[in-house]
């Protein structure tokens, strides 16, 4: 491979903003939630590298094949790889084709394919467009893949602060998480903060229900890893929904002793005793369950009597039902003392009025 623009390369990266910028010279799309991707294609050969540089491209051979069909012969595109279904982007049916096994990526590519949606040209044939302004990066993008057929795209922007309010509410009817800003006179600057993104915040009263303990604690100084959160089920299940963690090493070691009385007893009963099961975990949200991700990593928690309530702050949920969960960490933000555990039900989480995926495409 000889381009321009070479592997490993670190993408462009946002930082936050509490609303979408009102200042002139911005171009807005639409947030994509899925796999940040540069693909790098010098004719036949085509290579994807994910957000920390890492080789993708065994993982997803329908998107290599899709590039070879849909892409300029020599390239550097920067974009999000998803997978829709029922007319929204499902974050579960990606994460499955991270796999080991080459027969069921080569199933699931077939099953459920995946699609590009690029946002940035990073190279051109022998030219890079790594100092270019986006104008002129977007412009080029547009013409590259003018003949680009799905699942191939080119994202939507608008250069209307209101249009990208709306996309902001709507969109995430259709699974995206919110909107980005970018400088229309700005370069493309590798693993630099260089644009914004505003996503969806949102709060949820959960039950603590276990921590695990940190990877620098020790017996003389435990250390609190994580918070193991709950939230209960139409039919009283407490459904494990994810973690709060990010405390000061200072707190860490607070909160081992502030949780201390919660522990069980000896021969106390807990709602996830069954975390080990197979079968329960196949059957119910527990923590716990070996995966793709975690590998033989010990998921191993100090269970405590679910009776303590926090509020979190969280972006998005995934799942349906009594199968949700967060995507990401939840942010701890204070104790409920004044809510029952009992309380902390699906009811209070906000339903997102659905919005087709196909008329974000267009």
Not at 136 to 154: D, F, I, K, M, T
Not at 236 to 245: D, K, N, T, Y
Request: charged share 30%; hydrophobic share 40%; with cysteine.
């Amino acid at each position: 491979m000889d381009l321009p623009v070479m592997p490993p390369l670190a993408p462009m990266l946002a930082k936050s903003a509490k609303q979408v910028p009102h200042a002139d010279g911005h171009l807005y799309e639409p947030k994509w939630d899925g796999f940040r991707a540069i693909v790098f294609r010098d004719g036949d050969e085509i290579e994807i590298a994910s957000r920390s540089t890492k080789s993708l491209t065994r993982y997803f051979p329908d998107v290599v094949e899709s590039i070879r069909q849909n892409a300029p012969g020599r390239c550097v595109l920067d974009g999000e790889i998803v997978i829709a279904s029922d007319g929204r982007l499902s974050f579960d049916l990606l994460s499955n084709r991270i796999h080991p096994a080459e027969s069921r990526v080569t199933m699931l590519a077939r099953e459920t394919p995946a699609s590009f949606v690029a946002f940035d040209l990073l190279a051109l044939d022998d030219r890079s467009l790594l100092d270019e302004p986006l104008s002129v990066r977007r412009e080029a993008l547009v013409q590259a893949l003018s003949g680009a057929q799905p699942p191939v795209h080119v994202t939507r922007v608008t250069e209307d602060p209101e249009e990208a309010e709306r996309w902001f509410t709507t969109f995430e009817g259709a699974g995206l998480d919110g909107v980005i800003a970018k400088r229309l006179d700005g370069a493309y600057v590798p693993n630099g903060r260089s644009m914004l993104k505003v996503k969806h915040a949102r709060t949820a009263d959960v039950v603590l229900a276990g921590y695990r303990l940190h990877k620098n604690s020790t017996a003389e100084r435990p250390l609190l890893g994580s918070m193991l959160l709950g939230i209960h089920a139409d039919d009283g299940r407490l459904q494990h929904v994810g973690v709060a963690a990010s405390f000061t090493e200072a707190r860490r070691a607070e909160l081992i002793d502030e949780l201390a009385p919660l522990e069980l007893a000896e021969g106390e009963s807990h709602p996830w005793d069954l975390w080990r099961d197979e079968q329960a975990q196949a059957s119910g949200r527990l923590p716990g369950g070996q995966s793709r991700w975690t590998g033989t990593k010990d998921l191993s928690f100090v269970p405590l009597r679910p009776e303590r309530v926090l509020e979190v702050a969280y972006e998005h949920m995934e799942g349906e039902g009594d199968q949700a969960r967060f995507r990401h960490m939840g942010r701890f933000q204070r104790w409920r003392p004044d809510r029952e555990p009992e309380s902390c039900t699906y009811d209070q989480l906000e339903e997102v009025a659905r919005y087709d995926l196909g008329d974000v495409l267009i």
